[in-house]
Structures are given as structure tokens and as C-alpha cells.
């Protein structure tokens, strides 16, 4: 590059007057040269302090440009004070110095120049040679008709995007606008890259959330892969989609779309005026897919109210059903009657209770499938319809010519009631481990008993005339709480688990209810097994929406949605944003949903059910059958042999009844100590009933007690 001239001849007289200002000093310190320098360097000083005074732009650059005439006259009167030419020569380094400052810095040739104009004129721009514009591949005319020729011309003035072609452009039916373009790469062979929705959406002028793009399937006389694509328009139907959508189309953009229910879509939607509900039945886009159903969440998707008590959600297999009630309809009571408990002989199935979708629930009273008795579980809190619901299904037992046992913990109104109409009720955790101990200890007879057409003994049959001993169905209300009596839990829940296990095949079943169905609270998990996989569990009310779901979950093999049971059928009224700024007071909270239940069916489905109504005000004898049924006079006898058959009503236990009566060297003690679980009167807990403690520890209390037997020793 071409150093500009000013530059050059400023850089000289630097170099030409550093010489003069290291010599003179020295050689003629009088002359008038000196006194040049001065005035020089005086008028530099000056014409910096305006520069720094003034408020106007480019100081620093006036600064600059005084400088060297500052420098040169503060190096003069350096060179005339020291002696000589200085210490080291220091004349002539300062002179040096200022030259070369001004030989980088140049303060007059670059800093005089304004408006950045060049130092020297830059050289004359030369075309660069055009880029030969990329041929267009010629489409030889096939006859297109008008709405093709002018998506084509749209087409190429946009530059032929991804270097496609219009094969064909198809107007929709009924529409102005909307249209399907079929476009294929320009080389062939090659397949469509980078088109987007935007590309396509540009030529046309609409927006490119109205495109669509497909893969084009090959057809015959047609080809197809990745050479060709298909592009919908449509921006009047997503204008009247976004308007007026249809339910289908409602269902994908809110619901499928927004995580409702994700890859889902709508079947049909329908109507029932005479039950008030309204059905949204959906099916999964890829029936190998389970539905995940948010509930609140397409609630508010389809405008529906986020209500558990109206709205309920039915699934099975890749479909679910979403019903929405104008009220809700486990509200209504259901009353029981004589011909709803009465079960079929042959199947045993009886009707205890509605679904949400007015469709009956049935129980059964024997397993006709299995050929053995049936068990029950029946989980909820105080109040929750437990007791109801045990009348139900022992008012359908009774009506099959079966035998009702019911022992509770505490004095209730309802089991007093029903106690008049079953073969033996009482109350207190002793009664319920005499129950326990003589329904096990009737499992043994039952075994032995012959039957009369050959004389021998046979597993339970249900509906054979030929057997010779009725049905027995013990129930245990409060089990969990008797399971924890510090004097009689241990009897009542080994008995039970014993009773559970072996009581189908003797014709007996066992049916306990509480409030947890878990280990730490009774139910162990062999009992939880056995009545889980022979009784349809029946829960009411936990407490809560999630303790509802685990316990049911908790009954189940393999769990499915459960559906929650509301607090309070309250359906929401109004906005509670509107009434706390308006200071208003909340609605009611609305009606219990005591009798509500979560049953679990045979396949381990959960469904939500409103039991049967049994009013017990009135009287039961239009439900239960006239006679009572009973055990036989030879099931009594052996009962009453092992000591097992009395009163079980008595407050305390008789001698050797739980625990063996004490050896003479304990006469002095108040009471008998507990060492064992049964005496001689076939009241033990086993075949070797009476022998060693340690051999027949089976939980944490018996262990402790064994151990206070040993402190006591």
C-alpha cells in the first residue's frame, strides 16, 4: 500500500530536527534558534489548553496534533540545563525519542484529516462476474388445467422450493381456497429435502400452520416414495375449525393435542335425555397403546365441570368411555328388595348395588366356577356403609339356604338388628375368637362328615342336595380392630388366616372388614391373598381420595384406574375467584356419599357402585327368609365335644379355653399365665394345640409372651 505523501514529509523533518535540538544546546546555547523553539513550544501549549476548554468535539485530536512543537521545546530546555551532552548521552536519547514519537504518532498528517477521508484514493472497484444463473429444468406443457398453471407460476416465482415441481394442484369441494398441491423433485431420483410447512406456505400467502405435508403412497399407475410429496392447504377449513370446530376435531386440537388424553380420539359423542348423561366414547389411535386419562385436565378441554361426582371416566382396553351427568347419579338411594337378593340357583350371582352408569352390579354367595364358598372384603371408615352393605349379603345368603355368623368388636344398632335373623351374633373381641376357633375346628368335621349316597366324605359342592351340611359365612366386623387385642388379636387373626386358607373346601367363608387392608393392621399377606382371589372386595370410603385408590390397589392383582369416590356430592356452583373478591360465603358443602364403593370385579376391574338401601327402621323380615338356617344336630354335637359350642357371649374366657390352666406350683397367682393357645377341649390352634410354646410361634406377640414366660420361669 502507497504511503501518503504528507506522511512522508512530516517523518523527515522529525529526522532532520532531532540533530538540532541535541547539538545546539550544546554548541551555541545563546542562539536565537533556542528562543524559536520556545515561542514554538509555548504556542503548543497554548493551543492545547483552548483544545481542553473548548466543549466542541475532536480535543484529544487538537491535543495530539500540539504536541510535538510541546515536546520539542520541554527536550531543549532538557539539553541547555544538563551539563555536556548529559549522563549517558541523554541529549541526544531525548531528541531520539521525540523524533521517533513523531514518526509513529504523525500528529499533523493523521490527526488533521477529517470526515475519515482516504489518505490516498482508493482503487476503483472491479465488477466481480455474475453467477450464471442455475437453468430452470423446462416442463413441457401436459395439458394442465387453470388452477395447476397458477400454482405452478406461484411456484416458480418463489424459486421452485426444494427444487420441486408442481405435478397437480386439486381444489377442495365447497372450498374458496383450500387445495392440495402433489409435488415431486425436479431431478429424478433425487427425494424432497428441506421442504417445510413455511416453504409451501410463502407462495401461497397463508399461514404455515395451514399446510400440511404427507408422504405420497405409491399407487398404480403413479409413483410414490420420497420423490414425491403431498401438500394440504387449507385455510378456510382451519378458520371454521378454529371457529365452529366439530367434536372429532374439538376432541384432537384441546384433549389428544394437549395431554388429556395423548393419542386418543373421539369415537362419538351421544346423549341420553331420559338418564341425563352425556357419553364421549374414545378409542387410542394405535389400539396397542394403554390410555393415560388427566381427568381435571379434558375437563377443561371440553368445558365440562371438573366435578367427581358427575363426571366419571370408564376404561377397557385401548377405549375408555367419559360420562357426564346433569346430576350426580349415585345420589338417588337404591332400595333393596327381596327379589334383587335373591341369588340364582345355578350361578349364585345377585344384584348388590348400581354403577355409575345405571347398570346393576352383581355378587355372588358360592364361586359356581370354582365349586367352593366364597370369601368377602370389605374396607371403609366409620360411617362409611360398611354394616350396610353386610346386610345386603347376608340377606342374599340367607335367601340361598346359607348359615350367617356375625361377631363385632363393638355394640352397633344395625348388627343387633340383623342379629335376629342369622344363626348367632355377639359383640366384643372374645365372642369373635370363639367364632374364629369353632368355624375353623368345623372345617375338621366337615371333613370326616360322610355324605349318604356312598358313605364317604367330599369337598363342598354348592347346589349338590346331596351334601349333607349347609353354607357357613362368618363375618367379622372391626376386624383390624380385634386383630389388635392385647388379650385375644393373636387368636383372631391366626384363625382367620387358618379360616381363609382352608375354609372353601368345607363349604365356609370368611368375611372380615376394617379399615386397612394391610399387614401392620391384620390383614397379613396370605389372608389378603386368599380373600383377594376368591370375593369381588368391596371399598367404601378410606378417608380420602388416594387412600381409596391404595387400598383398592392394594386388592387388586393388577391395577387399573381406580375411580375416586367424592367427600360430598357438591357440585360447584358458581365461581370461587368471583365470591372471594365479593366476600361471599362458600355453598354448601352437599350430601355424604355414604354407600358409595369401589368395586373390584373378577377381571380386576374397578368399578364405582352405589350399594343396595337396607332401611332399618323397618322390618327385615320382607328381605330374609322366614326360616333361620342353621348347623346340623351332628356338626353341634362335635362342636359341643370339643368344647367349642356354648354361649360365646360369656365375658371371660372358661378354664383352658385360650391358655392352660396353671401347675400346682402357681396356685399362689392371681391368674393363670398365658403359655399356650389352647387346653385339651380342642380349643388349641392346632392338631398339638397343647404343646410347647416355642413350638408354635407364629407373630411378634406370641414371641414376646413366650419371652415373659421364661422371665416369670
Known sequence: MTTPRSVTLERLAYTLAAPALAVAPNLAPDHPFHAVVQLAGAAGVAGSVLAAKSDGPGAGRKILRWSPLVLAAAVDIAAKTTTGWGPYWLDGLLAGGWAAAGFVVMPYSRHARRRHRPAVAAPAPQLAPAEAPEPVPVVPDDGADLLTRDARRLWEQAGMPARTHIVKATRHPGMRHDMTILLRASETGRPITGLSEAAVAAPFGVHSSDVVLAEVAIQPGRQGGPGWMEARITPDANQRRRTQPTPQERWIDRVAGKGGAPGSELVHKTRDDERGVVFYRAKMSDSTDTPRIDLPKVCRALGLPEDDSRVFVLTEGAEFLISVFDTPPLSPTFRATRELLTPDAKTGMYVCGVSITGQPVHNFVFQHDKNAAKHGLVLGVTRGGKTQFFAVTMVAESNAGHIVWLSSCFKDEKTTALGEYIDRQGITPIYMARQLRAAKALCEIRAEMPWAHDGKPHDYKPGDPRCPYK????????????????????????????????????????????????????????????????????????????????????????????????????????????????????????????GVAVVVLDNGRAVLMKALYVDFDEDLGDLFPTEVHRLTDYEIEELAKRGLWFDWSEPEPRPGEFWPEPDEDDAGDDKPRRRGSGGKGGGGRGPKSGGRRSEQITTPRQALEAIKSLTDA
Open 471 to 594: 353354607q357357613l359365612n362368618v363375618y367379622a366386623d372391626e376386624f383390624m380392630t380385634a386383630s389388635q387385642d392385647p388379650d385375644y388379636g393373636e387368636f383372631i387373626q391366626a384363625d382367620g388366616d387358618a379360616l381363609t386358607v382352608m375354609g372353601l373346601k368345607y363349604g365356609i367363608g370368611f368375611n372380615p372388614a376394617g379399615q386397612s387392608p394391610f399387614a401392620h393392621n391384620g390383614f397379613s399377606t396370605e389372608m389378603k391373598d386368599n380373600l383377594r382371589q376368591n370375593s369381588r372386595p368391596v371399598i367404601f370410603n378410606m378417608g380420602s381420595p388416594g387412600a381409596t385408590r391404595k387400598a383398592a390397589e392394594g386388592t387388586m392383582e393388577n391395577p387399573y384406574d381406580v375411580p375416586t369416590i367424592p367427600a360430598r356430592y357438591a357440585p360447584k356452583e358458581g365461581s370461587a375467584i368471583e365470591r372471594a373478591m365479593a366476600g361471599e360465603a362458600e355453598p354448601e358443602t352437599g350430601v355424604s356419599t355414604g
